[in-house]
């Protein structure tokens, strides 16, 4: 059996289990205490939609094409996708999607799962996983902008968001149910996607306030993030005062994270793997706030990955550098299944075991690339964007095109020691070019290989300037009671 859990917008730099101040993440550490820890892993992309595509396809965003909030991956990248090849393979599959940009029908896979749970939170929005179930085009357009002023008004009407709908039992009850009912004499695929700590950030009592007492962002109005650059002109108070906010949300999705990972391994038995991890993170520093545009920091693409083994009982820190496209042939491995030439993710098995101490030296110095391409159209060649590429102890960043944010400063290459610069306060470009001009190359060589137009390979029913794909099928059904 396999399990997933994705877990939208956590950061490993404010996990506990990798070292932050505050208990942020009791139980995940408990989890990990009989897991694999990768230290070193990475998200392909710094927001929802290119994240969890290159979880679920293996496939980096540069290859996969979902750039857009609205897009999904090119067709081909979806049929040799994760869920694809387990559906074929004989297992049942099942999602629950909180956020609806980690909705499965929304990123064009919905084919290939037999049960779905979707929209648990019910955000006033076009661009849900129920409607794309329906209708292919439900979400590119309603990033059209007529359709999100229209949703904006009628969120005031309807007074606002609740947090409350942010409930993580509303994802991990329904699976619960589900796995109950599922037939576990055979091979079980479960994904299921948290919201929190996604913003805003007030959580429930009794986490609210427990890492700062001040009665300041106690709601959801007042504990929304600065997007982007706009973090720059906010006091460092306030700054400080969110992240406790978001620090005490991280507590409040790790309770009922831990508690559904005890639950289903007590349905599903030790014949299973467990993956947890994350979508992106979240900044607040750099006066550079929450996810997405071009701010490819640590603290936003410095994510969790913890694989349990089957029958594993011994806890590994691994100093692998992972990335999210290894997820899946990782667990194709463990299925019996062969990885498909197209993906461009590596098997973390090998640094899984206890035996191996997480170590292989295959993977130790393996690059790990990151990027944001979300201001180029996504079957163009890629020319405006960011991409990060992390090297051992060094990290690139490199800009390309021209970039539009509110409130953006010149933006010049930057090369990071995070051995002695954890936090990227200094730019040693100019102080190891031949450093810089190495990781340069890299980013270079995979743009020649994959940031070439993908016009031939588009569906030409589709305006390459569109933001969507025909959808593989339908989508799964809904469970009775249990979906919208």
């Known amino acids: 059996h396999i399990l997933l859990l994705t877990i939208d917008a956590l950061s490993a730099e404010h996990m506990s289990l990798y070292g932050a101040a505050r208990p942020t993440t009791p139980k995940l550490s408990a989890f990990a205490d009989s897991a694999t820890t990768f230290d070193r892993a990475y998200a392909n992309a710094n927001f929802t939609t290119p994240g969890v595509a290159s979880i679920l396809t293996g496939t980096r965003p540069w290859t996969h094409r979902a750039l857009q909030l609205p897009s999904w991956p090119d067709l081909e990248a979806r049929r040799v996708s994760l869920p694809a090849l387990l559906h074929q393979a004989g297992y049942q599959t099942a999602y629950v999607s909180t956020n609806a940009a980690a909705g499965a029908s929304k990123n064009g ?14 955000d006033l929005n076009l661009c849900t996983d129920s409607l794309s179930a329906l209708f292919k085009y439900a979400c590119p357009i309603a990033a059209m902008p007529f359709f999100g002023q229209l949703v904006t008004y009628a969120d005031r009407l309807h007074g606002g968001r609740d947090t409350a709908h942010y409930d993580p039992r509303l994802a991990t009850e329904p699976a619960l149910t589900w796995l109950q009912q599922a037939d576990r004499s055979k091979p079980i695929f479960l994904w299921v996607h948290l919201f929190p700590p996604h913003s805003p950030y007030a959580a429930p009592p009794p986490w609210l306030g427990s890492f700062d007492a001040s009665t300041g962002a ?14 720059g002109r906010v006091a460092d108070a306030q700054v400080q005062l969110l992240a406790a906010r978001y620090d005490e949300s991280v507590a409040y999705a790790d309770y009922y994270a831990g508690d559904f990972l005890q639950r289903a391994l007590q349905l599903l038995g030790d014949n299973t793997v467990v993956v947890v991890t994350a979508d992106h993170g979240e900044s607040f520093r750099h006066g550079y706030g929450a996810h997405t545009g071009p701010g490819l920091f640590d603290e936003i693409i410095h994510v969790p990955l913890i694989i349990k083994l089957p029958g594993q009982s011994q806890g590994v820190r691994s100093q692998a550098t992972a990335e999210q496209v290894d997820i899946a042939p990782t667990l194709a491995q463990l299925a019996g299944i062969s990885a498909p030439p197209e993906w461009e993710g590596r098997s973390l098995l090998a640094a899984c075991t206890p035996a191996a101490g997480g170590t292989d030296p295959a ?16 079957f163009s060649r890629l020319a405006n964007g960011v991409v990060a590429v992390v090297s051992g102890h060094w990290k690139l960043v490199h800009y390309l095109g021209q970039l539009h944010y509110p ?17 990227e306060s200094v730019n040693v470009a100019a102080a190891q070019p031949a450093i810089a001009a190495q990781l340069r190359a890299l980013i270079d060589d995979q743009l020649a290989q994959h940031g070439r137009a993908l016009d031939d390979r588009a569906d030409p029913r589709v305006n390459v300037q569109q933001q969507s794909h025909p959808l593989d099928g339908t989508g799964a059904r809904d469970g009775a009671g249990l979906g919208t």
């Open 109 to 122: 896979l919905g084919g290939y799962f037999d049960f779905a749970s979707r929209d648990r939170i019910r």
């Open 407 to 423: 409130q953006m400063p010149p933006l010049q290459d930057a090369l990071f020691d995070l051995a002695v610069d954890p936090a």
């Open 218 to 231: 106690r709601d959801v109005a007042h504990s929304e993030p600065h997007w982007g650059f706009e973090l």
């Open 363 to 378: 993977l130790i110095d393996k690059p790990a690339f990151s990027m944001n391409f979300e201001q180029n159209p996504r």
